[in-house]
Every structure is written in C-alpha cells, then in structure tokens.
C-alpha cells in the first residue's frame, strides 16, 4: 500500500509539472505572437511614417524649393535618348528603302513609334514590370510601401519603382544611391504624369530600356533577337524580351537561353492572369519553339563606307547651316538624333565599282612602286539630271575606319588637261569669241621662262578647236585661254562650275589652260561641273541623300527638289558634248567607248605621270577617276618599272570597266539635241558661218547666236605662213611658270617635258609647209557629226 501510494504520489507529480510546463509553453507563446505583433505592426508604423515623411518632402520640395522645375518644364528637351541615325537606300528590285547603314551613336537605338510596336509587346512589358501601370499616378503606394518595408529588414528596395519611376531613371541617368535620389526620381515622375500621356510614357520607356547584347530600345531588340522590327513581334517573342529586362546579362536568350525560357513562361503566365491574353493564347505561346537571329548587326565593326562617310559630312554641313550651329554641335545631333537618311546611292552602281577597287592585288589597274607601295585610285559617279551621287570610291581595297582619308572628296589634285573642258574650251564657245569650227594657232611659245609644248613635241601650224579637245593639243589652249583671259577661265571654274579649290594663285595660262593649280581639285567638283554637260548646261551641287527626317517623321532637310544653276548656255554644252564624242570616238580617249551607247569624255595627265584622270559621260551617268599615289610620282605600268605609255591610261580603264558594267542592260541611247544647234557651213578661215566668198567650207554644229549673226566678214581667205619661230607671250604679273609649283611638289601644266608621243596624235614636223585649204565639201548627208575639214 505504502509503495502504491509512492507511485500514485509521483504520478501526481509528474502531472502537476506537465501542466506547469504546457502553462509556461502557452504563457511563452502568447509572448512571442504579442512581439510578433508589435513587430509587425511597428515595421508598417516605420514603413507608414517613412512614406509619409517621403511624401511630406516630395511636398515641401515642391513649393518651397521649386526643385526640378526645369525637368518638368522641358521634359521633351530632356529626352536625350542617344539614337543611331539610319542610312536607307532605294532597294533595286522592290523599289523600297531598305537599311544600307547606321551611324551609331554613343548607345546603340533605334527609335520606333508606340503605334509600330506590337499591343502584345507593350502588355507583356506591363505585365512584368508594373502591372497598375494605367491605373497609377507616377508612384505606386502599395510598391512602394512593400520596397521600404523589404529595406527595413536589410533585403532590397528592386521592385518598388514603377515604370515611370524606371524612365525617369533611364532620362536622367541619376542612379545615385540614396533616398534623397528616392524622393527626386517620385517628384520627376508625379510632374512626368502630369506632361505625359500613359501611351506617350510606355512609348518612351520602350525606346530606352536596355535590352542586352548592346541594345537599347525595343526596335533594336526585336532586330538583334528576331532580326525584325517591333510591329513584327509575336506573343511568344515578345513575352521572351520583356524577360530581359530586369536582369539583361542574367536572362539574356542567346547566352542563357534556359533562364530566359523560365522568365519567359513567368511572363506569358502573369499576362494570362492579368487578362491580356487568352487560355489558348498561353498554351501555345507557351509550346513556340523562338528561333534566334545569328546576324549581327551591321554596324557592329564601327566601319563605315565611303559613300557613308560622304553622307555622315554632308549631313553635318547641312546641320550647321540649318540650326546655325557648330561642327561639334551638328555631329552630336547626326550622331544621336535618331535621323533616317535617304541615300542617293545606287547598290548596282557602288558593287560595280567595289568589283574593282576591293581588291588591291588586282594587277589589271593597281601596281605597287619600287618600295611596295600600292597605287591609289578614287571615283565618283553621278546622275547628272539631279545630281544625285549614285556612287564613290576614296581608295584601293578595304576601307578600314570610320571617316578615313576619302580621296574622292578631300584630296586635291591637278587634272592635267581634264580641266580644258571646263576653262578652255566651253568658256571659248559660250562666250562666242570661238566656234568648234574655229582655227586656233598651233606653234612654239615662250612665257616669262617657261617653254610649253604639245604631248608629242610637234607643232601643227593651226588646227581646228575640235581637233585640239580630241587630240589635247596645249598650245591651242592656252592661245584661247590667253585670247579669253585668265580671268574668264577662272570665273568659269568657281562661279558656272562651282570649284572650291581654285585660288588667285591659279589666275595664268599654265593653270587655267593646262590644269597646273596650285592645290588641284577633287574628283567630286569634277564629277559636278561635268554633270553641266549631259545636263543641258545646268549645274547641280551633288548630293549624297535626298532628305532627313527626324524621329517623328518631319523632314527637316530636304533635297529632292534641288534648282538647277545655268552654268552654260544648252547650246553650248551641246557642241561641248558633240566635241568630246570626238575625242572617245578618235581621239585620246579612244579606250572608254562603251559599246552602242554615246559616250563622251576627256582624258588628263600631269607631268611625269603623277597623276592619270579620266571624266566621262553617257545619256545615263557622268563619272570621273583619278589614278595614283598619295604620295606623287609616276605611275607605274607593271612589275618591271615600266611607266604608263602615254596611250594606256589606268583611270581610263578603271572607268571603263565600272561604267560597261553598270550599262550593261540600259538601252542604247544618244545625247538629247537641243532645238536651234544646227550644223552649218563653216569658213575655215575665220571659224564662222561660211559666206559665199569663203573657199574650202566645212561643216559643223554652231549656237543659235552664231547661226544667226556670226558670219565670216574676211576679205581674203588665207592662212598665214608660219615660220615657227617661238612667239612670246607675256602675262599680267609674270611669274616664272618653270618654278611654280603644284600640289605636294608637281610640275604645273601637263606634258611640258615632251613625253613619249602618243601613236594616235599627228606627227607633223616643225618644219612643215603652210597648211593647205581643200575644196569646198558637199554637205553630210548622215549623223556624222565629225568636221569634214582636217588640219
């Protein structure tokens, strides 16, 4: 009895202490669920009064200290997004504009409007990032509150910004991290909701948010992933870059194609629950396999073309002068402006010419000199009817930067004897003081100290102007340049043909006569003035894109409708384009003859071979070449050291082989006539119209003024005979032409060492008889436009 007592009394026990125990566990539980709840309800005292201590500064910011007045008044000039300016050129095939380049700005972005982005873009954006988006004010309260209370327990503040919030961050680039920047960012983006439509904000953000691999924006996105543009995104690629953006590195799809693939789901099942897509719409998006692009972006060397790197210059000069800026300023906006620059460039033109200049090994046109430096080259080529250029090369092989030594626009060089078109002779026929027709002494003369002489060294007593352009006889050159005056060739040059290089310096006979300029000329003012001459005597500036608009649309500069400048009369450059035939046709420029098609042209060496140019032109195109080193000396033929012979030109050829190439399935066409031109009898005597007096008549292409008034008034009709002795002729300010000196050291005027003889040029000897008079001609009774009287 007495041990089941004990044990009774120690079950008794063993009870009591439970109960104690459990009262205690309870008592502690109460404890802890009562500090529990004081905690919590002390974090959201702490997170309220935070907020509305937040708010309160927001507030006293606002009134008193009138902070970021300037942000929300000027918010659309402070939207300085940094976009690349696109290049379109005219696709062949479809007639549209297509990319052809980008000018990359410091940020990689391409602006696109809301209204060309898909709505399932925008929503899953939305979904993802902010999903009371349209329903707030700027700031979400319950995000916000949430983000302070998740930084009171040491976590992060990611996820309390609203997307307006996030585009402020994205214009202003404060990311400072502190909760001073916190009330700035609130403040900007209230006074944003105020000046902005909800369309207009998603617009924005869209066009700034950082998308991975070096995009910005939504269109550079859809183009790098998808390779097409934002208003050809489906849901399931657009579920997959709204998947970048809060991570880019972490959830980029083609580095970690799993992870995006998770956040991609997460987006699809958010806009589901949301209501902007359908059951079936998630389950199939759901089930799309994403093809990714594998072409990188064009852009992504930071090289440019010439043809680029001509309109990146242009654009600039048009920029200062419209917005009366400076250089620096204009290449900031071309640079990040968001621009769409429509090219002038023809793809079928610039690959015919890059068919030839890619290659610098190429043996056909490009030969290294002794030391192994390779020859240099540049062409342009133009429609002369607008100007437009349809394509340029500034050197020989692979363009290696941005913005390179462009030798088509920026080296300067003498043209030799391409020149005498443009000083010699149109000034000659459009002033009336000569005719094609016209004889022209050919004999020894003596300036000061220099001593000029014919490529072949002969003299041919007189000739005809037809046959000194075809033949590019000096001497008759620069006795027409003497008879007109410097002055007159030089007006020509810089007020009809709008050369930018020549200088009062290049005011003589060795200048304007032989293209012996001090600095020399550009291979795009050449192609330029010679446009004039398939133009009816029309200049035109070129022009490297047709207009610019800027990201809303507007075109800010616009040269589609360009006014021609009468540089000479129609008639003029008529009997000018009838003469240089002659000289494709026959003469020196024999070689450039493009099969079935009217081809006109002029030919042009410098002393020694320095420098080789070729300018022609068809009904089609106008284009001009320039062959040789950047650093002058004579043009090598081939490996064995050979020069060039004087009848092998290499700019010739170069532009021979581009321009049958580009004319290839153009319909053969002739030279347009201009109403008045006529083809009439001609003294050859006087160079005018034949009277009934004037014995050995000829027959050539005449103005209207001279086809009206211009009649031989002589009394007697012979030549004077020549004795050959040197004539003196003396110039205004005489200069001593020998020591005058072009371009990095040249000799002025062309072939003044008598050269090898061309085996095309006439041959006569110094001492050859007076020129004889044939009998009078019957008159052509076909096209056959060459003079029917020879000298």
Known sequence: MILIKKCDMMQMAGGVTSIMAEKMKKKKDGKAITKKILKISLNSFIALMTVLTMLVSIFIIWVFSGADYEFISNVHELINLKLNTTIYCMDNATGKYVVYDMIKADENRIWVDIENITPDMQNAIVAIEDERFYVHSGVDLKRTTGAVINELKGGSTYGGSTLTQQLVKNLTGDNEHSR????????????????????????????????????????????RYFDKSASELTLAESACIAGITQFPSEYDPIVNPEKNEQKRLLVLKKMYELGYITKDQYDEAKETELKFSDKLPIYSDGKTSYFTDFVIEQAIGDLMEKNKCTRAEATVLLYNGGYKIYATIDTKVQNAMDKVYSDPNNRDYFIK?????????????????????????????????????????????????????????????????????SLVRDNPIKIGNWTPKNDNGKFNGHTTVRNAIMWSRNIPAINIVNELSPTVSSDYLTRKFHMTTITKDDINLSAMALGGMTNGVTVLEMTAAYNAFVNDGNYLRPIAYTKIENTRGEVIIDNTSIAPVRAIGEDTAFIMRDMMKGVVSSGTGAGAKI???????????????QNRWFAGYTPYYCGVTWYGYDKPEAVRYSATGRNYSRTSNPALNIWKAVMAEIHEDLPDKEFKDVPGVEKRSTCPYSGKLASSRCPGA??????????????????????????????IIEEEDEEDEEGNEGEEGEETGENTEGDTPSSDEPTESPSAPPVTIPSVPPAPSNEDNKPTIEF
């Open 595 to 609: 099969d079935g098609m009217a081809t006109a042209g002029k030919t042009g060496t410098t002393d020694q071979s």
């Open 369 to 437: 000199n002794y030391n192994g430096v390779g020859v240099q080259s540049s062409m342009v080529i133009c429609d002369p009817y607008t100007g437009q250029v349809k394509g340029m090369v500034g050197g020989v092989g692979q363009k290696q930067s941005q913005l390179e030594l462009n030798r088509a626009t920026q080296t300067k060089r003498q043209p030799g004897s391409s020149i005498k078109p443009l000083s010699v002779y149109a000034p000659a026929i459009d002033t009336g003081t000569f005719s094609a027709a």
């Open 180 to 223: 001073l920047r916190k009330v700035r960012e609130i403040l900007r983006a209230i006074s944003l909701e105020t000046k902005l439509s909800k369309s207009e904000i998603l617009e924005l953000y869209l066009n700034t948010i950082y998308l991975g691999q070096n995009c910005y924006g939504i269109e550079t996105a859809a183009n």
């Open 698 to 727: 000829g027959y050539d292409y005449v103005t209207k003024q001279a086809a009206s008034s211009s009649y031989c008034t002589l009394s007697s009709h012979y030549l004077p005979k020549l004795d050959y002795e040197t004539e």
